[in-house]
């Protein structure tokens, strides 16, 4: 018996098994999308941790949340070191 296609189920691009340089092109493209007003949606995948769901406009990921998690915490700490490094203009 095989089954019949959903027309309504979001087709997920899998990403979890690719290379970090391939996620990091994937999240790059979301975090610029993110910055220009687009709603990204994230929840638990239900095959449960670590395997998560990522929505962002015409993007629909299949990720593990822990390279996500790996991806913010660098952009952050590299935000923070150039922030510490431009003149501030108050003082």
Known sequence: M???????????????GKPKEEKVAVYDDISRRWLNGADVKSREHKSGFPAITVDCEDIHILTDCLSVEEYFHQLTTFLKAFAEQVPSDTG
């Open 2 to 16: 095989s089954r019949k296609k959903d027309p309504f189920r979001l087709e997920r691009r899998d990403i979890m």
